[in-house]
């Protein structure tokens, strides 16, 4: 194995450059530097990983005409985040311009409490307050199409741009663009939309960090929340890690106190999500209920629906057919 100096190459002699393709600069110095950084991280190339940050060029997007682009106009916040411990004085860093790291667990509820899209806006509001730019990466498509019509409503439309595999080419390639090109501030997308090159990145969300739509299933097979704490450290930006449940990994942030958590206590949690309780999860109630350990339903269950029934229609939601 010989070993060589960065930058050199194999081939004694390099044939000369015979045609430029396109004069858009695509690969952005801090996504350059980012790729590597991946790139080392998980033991891959350099090509590997910015076929992920790069889309497939659309020659016809680059000549098309660039639609104007509204400034975002952030209103009023809806004050969920603010509700939440240190929520505060993490929306007031962002408006600052301070890059403050956060772990952000609303309570699993249908109403404000739960309401995560309006957490996230709250903290982007902060962050394109101060002139930065801001990023939210989220799982899936159905998460897209939220926080897209939330982002809407706070922020007006065209002020923001989509990135997601599910586009198609030329759409895709638009709205890189239109990112790459400084037209807007704001981006939300999909798993390779971490890599998104967003001008004075201020800000960077990842919404459900633990769903595994998240890990990249091509080579070198990096995560999109590992991926967003490497860019924040080397960006110097904010970063907000949200779900309703927290991964280990971002335990282990949280403990190590690279990671602010902002997450009510067990007594407000309990008090403001919807009661669990588990069917025969005491003596008592297998001495009660005899056939509980292998029953489907218990009778406990059982009592729950016709107390239910009472008052109206009862959902039973099972893992399979049979």
Known sequence: MCSRWPGSSEQPELQPLLKVLSPEPV?????ARLVRRVADHWGGTFADVVRLAVPP???????????????????????????YPGGTRFLAG???GDPLRALWNPVPVHGRAGDWAGGILDAVGAALSAGRGALVVVPDADALAVIERRCEDAFGAGS????????GPAARYRNFLAASRGDVRLVLGTRSAVFAPVANLGLIVVWDEGNDAFAEPRAPYPHARDVAALRASSEHCG?????????????ALAERGWLVPLAHDARTTRALAPA??????HERALERDPDARAARLPHDVFAVIRAGLASGPVLLQVPRAG
């Open 160 to 167: 923001f741009t989509t990135l997601s595999a599910d586009l």
């Open 276 to 281: 669990v309780r588990i069917a025969a999860d």
């Open 239 to 251: 970063l907000l890690m949200a779900g309703f449940g927290r991964t280990a990994e971002a335990q």
């Open 57 to 83: 060029r659309h020659a016809i997007s680059e000549s098309a005409a660039r639609p104007e682009r509204p400034e975002p106009e952030p209103g009023v916040m809806s004050g969920v985040l603010a509700e």
């Open 27 to 31: 690969l952005a110095a801090s996504v």
């Open 94 to 96: 962002l408006a600052a």
